[in-house]
């Protein structure tokens, strides 16, 4: 499964790099290739300035080799072997009404002491982060991820959308990062040893991302904005630097294996800005995208 | 003690305000109460936009209540009370070529199911994070801190020196966050419950705090400098936040606490970027910068 697996996801990444140069139409991603010297490594491609991506980084690892010490404490497992891929990636566009968006597809096995394999699973999704709300975006998005889930029963559309809702949430603001989307995790071998349903369930998920993401970013990277808008974009994306470093596990699982940090922080914004207690006016446009982020919507 | 530590810190709070916004000469500090549903609160001041410091508080907190259960970990006890005060200042300057500084100085006091005093203990120190490297500025802060310990004996700079260098450390960049100054903590009382050598020492810290400071500010303020010199400068502070967010106890101990979250996040800077695997040229002052981050100087 690890190989077939790994071969998608090189596959997956030509395609949406392909398809992001094509709809960016001036920027190219730029390669990395990094080695991990516990084991494995990584092609990492990010590409910045561009005329529509501010921002982005497609990128796949293969890491492997003993568990860190403080993976065991997290998994609750002592002294095992551990083989993890995966694809992430992050895309901040430059046009503030253009949303940023996240995705990660994964697969992890672990052994122990005799190389026996002695679990496996499947985990990711993929989430959205807009500055202005669009309804009809929102919208959108999520019938393309309920869409995914309903023709992999028993994966349900509303279990990984609320998971979703749960885990990007910055708890230290008592707001989502965005409006969400998918987000699944530990999806096993079933008692008879079977996991290819998942892996058909993950491939399906994975291969709608393009789908669910490039009509928004189409239709929103050339409409005008105003400068104060750019601002409100920039300290939205405060918080979701506030988001990764602080909260999320798998930027803690890059940093506490070792990955490449260029490779892990590439999710971080290009330009970014805290002011201090910013509140923006009552009922503006910037304090409805507020007011959902408070309270997660129905969607799809 | 808490009393007398609490009034000392009132009033240097006003005695640093007053200065940066005399040097400052344009913006003027922002005031904010705030309460603790806990227990306690505190006062910050908040400038923003000034001629000189682009962003930076000075605030005073006192909390108390019972420990939270997360913090009953850290501190390795269990179900106790505590009381926390402290004045936590960090001052982003505008101008590349001056320095961000950091302070804190703090007292903890920690009671058993009796309200018994069972443990007490002072903390804190100052730090300094140039963009651009004046040895002479550095040597200067450096001397500052030295002195106050030499007046105190047994306290040692050699030691609070080492311990900044290590505390403020981007562990996943392999690079201090500055270029240091003053780190202690658990100063405790003695056998005899006496503690208020340990008083007089954090007093003439904090009360070197302006003279070690202000002179680099005044004089690097008004240097000038490029739009890439600036941008350097956004790119460290992006190095900033990363070890606020991932590393720094005091904010992890802020949200933990539940602390206003917008007095703990003063401390990020206004402006930030982050540029994919970026590297200053060789031979370069940002190069130069880099390298004493990575090999930290003796510096008085």
């Given at each position: 499964m690890k190989d077939q697996f790994y071969t998608y996801i090189q596959n997956l990444q030509n395609v949406i790099t392909q398809k992001i140069e094509e709809i960016d139409g001036k920027a190219i991603f730029k390669e990395d290739l990094w080695e991990r010297p516990e084991g494995g490594g990584g092609k990492s491609r990010i590409m910045e300035n561009g005329a529509v991506i501010e921002k982005g980084g497609v990128n796949i690892s293969a890491v492997h080799g003993p568990l860190p010490e403080s993976m065991q404490a997290y998994f609750k497992v002592r002294e095992v072997d551990f083989y993890a891929c995966g694809l992430s990636l992050v895309l901040h566009p430059k046009n503030p009404m253009a949303p940023t968006v996240h995705a990660n597809w994964r697969y992890f096995e672990m052994y122990d002491q005799h190389s026996i394999l002695i679990n496996q699973w499947f985990g990711g999704g993929l989430d959205l982060t807009p500055y202005y709300l669009f309804e009809e975006d929102a919208i959108h998005f999520h019938q393309v991820c309920k869409k995914a889930c309903d023709l992999h029963p028993p994966h349900s559309y509303e279990t990984y959308k609320n998971q979703c809702d749960q885990y990007f949430y910055n708890s230290h603001r008592e707001?989502?990062?965005?409006i969400g989307g998918l987000f699944f995790d530990y999806l096993k071998a079933d008692?008879?040893?079977?996991i290819d349903h998942h892996y058909q369930f993950i491939k399906a998920v994975a291969d709608s991302f393009l789908k669910a993401y490039t009509p928004l970013l189409i239709k929103r990277k050339d409409l005008p904005y105003t400068t104060n808008q750019r601002e409100w974009q920039e300290i939205r994306r405060g918080r979701y630097v506030e988001f990764n470093l602080i909260h999320d596990k798998g930027t803690l699982f890059g940093l506490k294996t070792k990955g490449r940090i260029e490779s892990i922080l590439?999710?971080?914004?290009?330009r970014v800005q805290w002011h201090y207690n910013y509140e923006p006016p009552k009922g503006s446009e910037e304090k409805k995208l507020l007011e959902v982020l408070k309270t997660p919507k129905k969607w799809a």
């Amino acid at each position: 499964m690890k190989d077939q697996f790994y071969t998608y996801i090189q596959n997956l990444q030509n395609v949406i790099t392909q398809k992001i140069e094509e709809i960016d139409g001036k920027a190219i991603f730029k390669e990395d290739l990094w080695e991990r010297p516990e084991g494995g490594g990584g092609k990492s491609r990010i590409m910045e300035n561009g005329a529509v991506i501010e921002k982005g980084g497609v990128n796949i690892s293969a890491v492997h080799g003993p568990l860190p010490e403080s993976m065991q404490a997290y998994f609750k497992v002592r002294e095992v072997d551990f083989y993890a891929c995966g694809l992430s990636l992050v895309l901040h566009p430059k046009n503030p009404m253009a949303p940023t968006v996240h995705a990660n597809w994964r697969y992890f096995e672990m052994y122990d002491q005799h190389s026996i394999l002695i679990n496996q699973w499947f985990g990711g999704g993929l989430d959205l982060t807009p500055y202005y709300l669009f309804e009809e975006d929102a919208i959108h998005f999520h019938q393309v991820c309920k869409k995914a889930c309903d023709l992999h029963p028993p994966h349900s559309y509303e279990t990984y959308k609320n998971q979703c809702d749960q885990y990007f949430y910055n708890s230290h603001r008592e707001e989502a990062r965005g409006i969400g989307g998918l987000f699944f995790d530990y999806l096993k071998a079933d008692e008879k040893g079977r996991i290819d349903h998942h892996y058909q369930f993950i491939k399906a998920v994975a291969d709608s991302f393009l789908k669910a993401y490039t009509p928004l970013l189409i239709k929103r990277k050339d409409l005008p904005y105003t400068t104060n808008q750019r601002e409100w974009q920039e300290i939205r994306r405060g918080r979701y630097v506030e988001f990764n470093l602080i909260h999320d596990k798998g930027t803690l699982f890059g940093l506490k294996t070792k990955g490449r940090i260029e490779s892990i922080l590439m999710s971080l914004p290009p330009r970014v800005q805290w002011h201090y207690n910013y509140e923006p006016p009552k009922g503006s446009e910037e304090k409805k995208l507020l007011e959902v982020l408070k309270t997660p919507k129905k969607w799809a």
